[in-house]
């Protein structure tokens, strides 16, 4: 890869800022693009040549972490926030003044 100390540092902002923004629960299937995107890129470079030169079960050994990230970040897209989250109170207060000044 060309300019990894610049991927490192955008990769990195990347995953720290979207990490937190889903831990608060705001804008989370926004930030679990990006991450997926990441964890798509790690996987492809990183353990697909593990794959190819040390074998099929060195490479799922390799892999599970990043799988379950993957996964994981899919799962949040597709879902969204939880009840408490920011997302939701922040919908149910816009909701609610929304509803409040038809009246």
Do not use: N
């Not at 989370?28 to 593990?50: Q, S």
């Not at 794959?51 to 897209?77: N, P, Q, T």
Request: aromatic fraction near 8%; include cysteine.
């Amino acid at each position: 890869m060309q300019y990894p100390e610049l991927i490192s540092l955008i990769v990195g902002t990347f995953e720290l800022g979207c990490g937190l923004l889903i831990l608060l629960g705001l804008l989370t299937r926004v930030d679990a693009i990006p991450l997926i995107v990441i964890m798509v890129v790690a996987i492809t470079t990183t353990k697909v040549p593990v794959l190819l030169e040390d074998g099929f079960w060195e490479a799922v050994h390799a892999v599970r972490l990043d799988y379950a990230m993957l996964l994981g970040s899919i799962f949040l897209l597709v879902v969204g926030a939880g009840a408490w989250s920011l997302d939701a109170i922040l919908s149910r207060k816009y909701r609610g003044s929304q509803v409040h000044t038809a009246r």
